[in-house]
């Protein structure tokens, strides 16, 4: 007896290596349905494979990102809403300073309560991307008003695994921390860090994320939040 194989609406989310994607979906044809391609900023390391993707496809989909990314077809509004599948309901957040059009996409499954978001460069494990486009205002705004503001269980998919580089800077600037010290341990024993870790625990260890506290003010020398996050970018910079 032939077992039946499920189908299941899926979206490639920054797909910036059309060489090992694509395979991938011809291979899994028969399990997965690309119903959109989603980019959180243009940078070409995450949106630099989409018109490759979509030569692969036998019909076109979506290209869901900011307006400067490849082959964009859709730019969604901060706060809009779009379903992948039948269950998981996708938020756009708007979070500009890596670059101006950083989006990020809060995703929920309505069968299971599972909360994830995709962060792009915005948010690192522990840490978060350089200011090429903005500035610590714009910053301070994306990782504590907006992405602070998810629920602390929500898992947190950055789009690149520096959490050992940055957790060495964050022993530096907030050294008594024993939530940087968890995680450094679990940098140590574990090869993949995204999606380990919540929004609530980045609260807990990333010093992007706690530029309020006095520890944090004390070694950046500042006292206003956009201020501390600029010159704590600075001080990543120099390290």
Not at 73 to 87: D, E, L, R, V
């Amino acid at each position: 007896m032939t077992p039946t194989i499920p189908f299941t609406d899926t979206a490639n989310v920054t797909p910036s290596d059309a060489f090992r994607v694509t395979p991938v979906l011809s291979e899994q044809s028969q399990k997965l349905n690309l119903t959109a391609i989603v980019n959180t900023h243009h940078h070409w390391d995450h949106a630099g494979g989409n018109k490759k993707i979509l030569q692969s496809l036998s019909s076109p989909v979506p290209v869901i990102g900011g307006r400067d990314c490849e082959a964009v077809t859709k730019t969604p509004a901060h706060g809009s809403t779009f379903t992948i599948g039948k269950n998981i309901q996708v938020t756009a957040l708007h979070t500009p300073c890596h670059t101006q059009d950083s989006i990020c996409y809060y995703m929920e499954d309505k069968s299971t309560g599972e909360r994830a978001v995709f962060t792009g460069d915005t948010l690192f494990i522990g840490g978060c991307g350089k200011f090429f486009e903005g500035n610590g205002a714009e910053m301070h705004v994306a990782l504590n008003e907006i992405l602070a503001a998810l629920p602390d269980d929500t898992k947190v998919y950055p789009g690149h695994e520096y959490t050992k580089s940055n957790v060495k800077f964050l022993k530096k600037v907030d050294p008594a921390n024993e939530a940087v010290q968890k995680l450094e341990r679990f940098a140590d024993e574990n090869h993949e860090t995204q999606g380990k870790f919540t929004i609530g625990q980045e609260k807990q260890h990333n010093a992007f994320m706690r530029v309020h506290t006095d520890d944090i003010k004390k070694v950046t020398g500042k006292t206003d939040p956009s201020e501390v996050m600029a010159q704590l970018r600075e001080l990543k910079n120099a390290s």
